[in-house]
């Protein structure tokens, strides 16, 4: 796992954005996974800029989000869906057949999430997935419990997670307790995996994630596993790291 140590929170989504841009140029049609909440954000504006100078085009980019809130209607100020369309996809010239967003209001969602595998195989599989995580460190919705989850399910949020979001809606009991997410599983078999965090609230989390062992209670922990992760994190994430476990960027 390797580990990048970027100054602040914007540096962290400058140096995000050029390892995307990397990505889509030398591959111009890759599948790329997303992720939402406030630690991508930096990113998106800097990818955005990146395109309006022409230094990508996302033309034949295909894209599948991690995660949806369930049964909160897509054209909520909170779904994911909006976070997409007013963060990026509606400032680039993705082709909007190429976008893939889970459906928080599928009617069968045991049918509906085995498609949205097979999309993701018939795709080829993700090239670069993009994670956030959370102070428990979720990633995705894969909240901490007994086993690592496989597959694109619903789930339940915990409490933290509940808290934690609620932030962005006007009272807790508006929060949606489920969500449709990929699971570790379709995450892990992602190419290429970064991963960002910015603030103290995630130093425990990131610590956890790097050095703990591997354990479901830590979901993050599994990416101790995988073949090609880079985290890209702010100082104050970094705060509970060893110094000598990172590159400072
Ligand atoms: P945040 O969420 O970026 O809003 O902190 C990350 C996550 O919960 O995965």
Do not use: W
Request: with cysteine; net charge negative.
């Amino acid at each position: 796992m390797k580990i990048y140590v970027c100054k602040d929170y914007e540096r962290m989504g400058r140096v995000a954005a050029n390892y995307l841009a990397a990505q889509i140029n030398i591959k111009p049609d890759s599948v790329l996974g997303l992720a939402t909440g406030s630690t991508p954000v930096g990113m998106y504006k800097e990818l955005v800029k990146k395109y309006e100078s022409r230094d990508i085009s996302f033309k034949d980019i295909v894209t599948f989000n991690l995660d949806e809130y369930v049964n909160l209607p897509k054209e909520n100020i909170n779904s994911y869906y909006t976070f997409m369309h007013e963060n990026l996809f509606d400032k680039i010239d993705i082709n909007p057949e190429n976008i893939n967003m889970p459906d928080g209001n599928a009617k069968d969602f045991d049918s509906y999430s085995k498609e949205y595998e097979k999309a993701i195989a018939l795709k080829g599989g993700i090239d670069l997935q993009v994670l956030g995580i959370g102070n428990n460190a979720h990633i995705g919705f894969n909240e901490p419990g007994e086993y690592f989850s496989k597959e694109t399910t619903v789930v339940d949020l915990t409490r933290s997670t509940i808290d934690a979001n609620s932030r962005f809606f006007d009272s807790i009991d508006e929060v949606p307790n489920q969500a449709i997410s990929m699971g570790i599983g379709t995450i892990f078999k992602s190419e290429k995996i970064i991963l960002l965090a910015s603030g103290k609230t995630k130093a425990e989390a990131i610590k956890n994630t790097v050095n703990g062992p591997i354990d479901p209670h830590v979901p993050a922990s599994i990416l101790q596993l995988h073949k090609n992760v880079l985290l890209i994190i702010d100082e104050q994430a970094a705060s509970l790291l060893d110094k000598n476990c990172y590159e400072t960027v």
